[in-house]
Structures are given as C-alpha cells and as structure tokens.
C-alpha cells in the first residue's frame, strides 16, 4: 500500500498502528461485536473440508446439462460470484452465467429470457430464507420455464439451491422437490460469502475455483503478519486517519471496464458493514 500521496492529508491525525493490532487481535480472537459472523476468516480451509467435492461435481453436471446458467439471487447472493465472473470470464467449455432475481424491472427480466433463448440451462437460485421479493419472483419465471420447456422431474434435476442448512421456504421446497442443495453458512453474512458455495456458478462457468481457493487460503495466511509492513494494517490505519481528519468519501478507481462489478461488490463490503449508526466512510466508485 503506497500511503506517499495520501499523506499531506492525514493532518494530526497519522495512521494508528497500535489500533491496527488491536483490531486486527479482535478479529483473531473473535472477541468483538459480529463476531458469529466471522466464518468467513475460515472459508477457504472449511469449503475444502465440507461441499468443494460435491459443489465441483454440479458444475460439471451444469455443463453436461447446457451452456448456460440463470444464477437467481440479490444483494450479496449474487454480487460476489458476479463480479469474479465479468473480471475472470467464461472459460472454454463452461456455462455462459446470466442474473436473474436482483431487482424488479420487467424490461431486464425480459432480456435475460430473450438473451436465453432456446438454449438449454439450470437454474442455481441463492437465498438463505427463498422469502425475498425479488428472487422469489425471479426464480419463480424462470422455474416455470424449466418446468414448460423439461417437464416437472427433469426440471427439477436442473435446479440448484443454495440456502439455510436446516430452515427457511427454500429450504423446505428444495426437500420437498428433491433440488440438490447447498448451504449458506450461519456465520457468515451475504456479502462475504462467495468463498462458499454460493460461488458455485463460478464452476459451472468453467473458471478453477480450487485454485481460486488455494490461492485465498495462501493470502488469508500471509495477511496475518502482526506488523506495520502487513497491507491491511497500513490501509485500515490510513483510512481511519483520514475518516478522523473529515474524509467521510472513499473512491475505488479502476482503468479496465471487466472490474466493474467487483467496484459493486466493494462498495456494498464497505457501506453495508460499516455504514450504521450514523458511522462509516462512504464508498463510490
């Protein structure tokens, strides 16, 4: 992290290192407020040891199945697993990956069906309760497809769900229909959550998410040094030597149009983690 030009701003206020250590020791130790949500610290080993086998084993099904994927799912079902795959791309032999759930436009709705076709496809519908709006709504279009273009048992082999372990509507559907399904970790919130297997698209896409993961178990271990040299102490400290000087705006720049949609994803890390309570710094891109 190069703090050089921001710096002159920093004012009285210079980058507390001391503080740094001392979330960074709240964090390990999951001692601070949310700490049941802190799942996610494990994700890479935990995904290996539980669903990798059988989550890799429905991407090749998905393939076999079609060229294309309808990922159903809002907010942080859908954000993570969007962004890797318009940054990373479909790679050769993998399902073309459309999004399907997130709002309520019938215009997008529309297009994402002509953009189908006659194509044949899954359906892999993210949501930990299946009671939101606009996926419930979503996935419901695009099941009755499945449903008029396969017929009700073969439709359902080419349904997907990724939900709560034990509760919720979808859940429940997904039993009673016999849908292979997956699990939403309990800790660990939406929006952290594309190293589980609601990044499950990412595999029907082709792309090699056991290398993704080998790659995140790595820099997770690496991001644990205790010290000033550590990326993550010397942005927290600048960020929050800059909050406390009256910079209340952060912007992510970027040159290459394909990261986009991982500028989306930060920005809802970011303003929906910290922005409660009249507290955070504003993320735009």
Same mark, same amino acid.
């Given at each position: 992290v190069d703090l050089t030009g921001a710096?002159?701003?920093?004012?009285?206020?210079?980058?507390?290192?001391?503080?740094?250590?001392?979330?960074?020791?709240?964090? #390990?130790?999951?001692?601070?407020?949310?700490?049941?949500?802190?799942?996610w610290t494990e994700l890479p080993r935990r995904i290996r040891e539980t669903e990798l086998a059988r989550i890799l084993a429905a991407g090749k099904a998905i393939r076999e199945k079609g060229d294309a994927l309808v990922v159903v799912g809002i907010g942080g079902s859908y954000l993570g697993a969007r962004a890797a795959y318009e940054l990373i791309g479909r790679r050769e032999g993998g399902a073309e990956l459309l999004f399907a759930g997130n709002g309520l436009s019938a215009a997008t709705l529309r297009d994402t069906i002509e953009k189908l076709g006659d194509r044949d496809f899954c359906v892999n519908v993210v949501s930990k309760s299946g009671t939101t709006l606009e996926p419930a709504l979503g996935f419901r279009v695009f099941r009755d497809l499945l449903v008029k273009k396969y017929g009700e048992e073969e439709a359902n082999s080419r349904i997907f769900a990724t939900t709560d372990a034990r509760r919720g509507a979808l859940k429940s559907e997904a039993d009673a229909a016999g849908w292979e399904s997956f699990v939403v970790p309990d800790d660990v919130g939406g929006r952290y959550s594309v190293l589980s297997?609601?990044?499950?698209?990412?595999?029907?896409?082709?792309?090699?998410?056991?290398?993704?993961?080998?790659?995140?178990?790595?820099?997770?271990?690496?991001?644990?040094?205790?010290?000033?040299?550590?990326?993550?102490?010397q942005y927290a400290a600048a960020r929050q030597a800059l909050y406390k000087s009256g910079k209340a705006v952060e912007i992510l720049a970027c040159y290459e149009p394909r990261f986009r949609m991982m500028a989306?994803?930060?920005?809802?890390?970011?303003?929906? #983690?910290?922005?409660?309570?009249?507290?955070?710094?504003?993320?735009? #891109?």
């Open positions: 710096a002159p701003f920093f004012g009285a206020h210079t980058p507390d290192y001391a503080a740094a250590e001392a979330a960074h020791r709240t964090l #390990s130790e999951k001692t601070g407020a949310g700490s049941d949500f802190l799942g297997a609601v990044g499950l698209p990412l595999c029907a896409a082709g792309i090699d998410i056991e290398k993704i993961l080998t790659v995140a178990e790595e820099t997770f271990a690496s991001l644990d040094e205790r010290s000033e040299a550590n990326p993550c102490w989306e994803w930060w920005k809802q890390l970011y303003g929906e #983690s910290e922005g409660k309570n009249g507290l955070g710094i504003f993320p735009a #891109s």
